[in-house]
T-cell receptor, first 118, second 113 residues
């Protein structure tokens, strides 16, 4: 099973709303990722969690707040977003972060949440 | 910094024909992984094939194969017997020892019936 699930599939929110995106995997993967993808562009890395700890934050504005409640779940809390934040938000997971320093494993992606900020 | 370059923004191929998508990358690391991902219009990113840099043998997955030239830092994807379902955006990706992915800008492939 190489499934990563994301909810909701679509989300429309106003600039004053607070909402959350959810990602779940049951593959025993210990690294999880959030990406932002604009139309016809490659995904841009936002956050990486490794063993439930935030290991990479790619200078993402504080209106995006990630959370990893356990090794299977990853949330992205949204608050006071701007229209330019409208995009497809992808979650991915992989086996681990290569604790021995070597490159490890494939990232498996979820279907994404299509976010529209009005 | 790692960079991944896909110089073909759009390509098309006749059904049942063969097409090659190019990808070059730049890195100073000796150990890394390379990937081709496919993103059909439904937007789910799907792994097509991966290559470990320490392996000289080119990876193959059914109709998909790569030509990995480590010295030239080239990683092209060959799709044989193209099918309509192969229509998608194809992203080449590089992963370093820090498990960070670097994506190319993508190649939009259209398979023509």
């Amino acid at each position: 099973d190489t499934e990563v699930t994301q909810t909701p599939k679509h989300l429309v929110m106003g600039m004053t709303n607070k909402k959350s995106l959810k990602c779940e995997q049951h593959m025993g993967h210990r690294a999880m990722y959030w990406y932002k993808q604009k139309a016809k562009k490659p995904p841009e890395l936002m956050f990486v969690y490794s063993y439930e700890k935030l290991s990479i934050n790619e200078s993402v504005p504080s209106r995006f707040s990630p959370e990893c409640p356990n090794s299977s779940l990853l949330n992205l809390h949204l608050h006071a977003l701007q229209p330019e934040d409208s995009a497809l938000y992808l979650c991915a997971s992989s086996q681990d972060e290569g604790l021995a320093g070597e490159a490890t494993d494939t990232q498996y992606f979820g279907p994404g949440t299509r976010l529209t900020v009005l | 910094a790692q960079t991944v370059t896909q110089s073909q923004p759009e390509m098309s191929v006749q059904e049942a024909e063969t097409v090659t998508l190019s990808c070059t990358y730049d890195t100073s690391e000796s150990n890394y992984y390379l990937f081709w991902y496919k993103q059909p219009p439904s937007r789910q990113m799907i792994l097509v094939i991966r290559q470990e840099a320490y392996k000289q043998q080119n990876a193959t997955e059914n109709r998909f194969s790569v030509n990995f030239q480590k010295a030239a830092k080239s990683f092209s994807l060959k799709i044989s017997d193209s099918q309509l379902g192969d229509t998608a955006m194809y992203f080449c990706a590089f992963m370093n020892t820090g498990n960070q992915f670097y994506f190319g800008t993508g190649t939009s492939l259209t398979v023509i019936p």
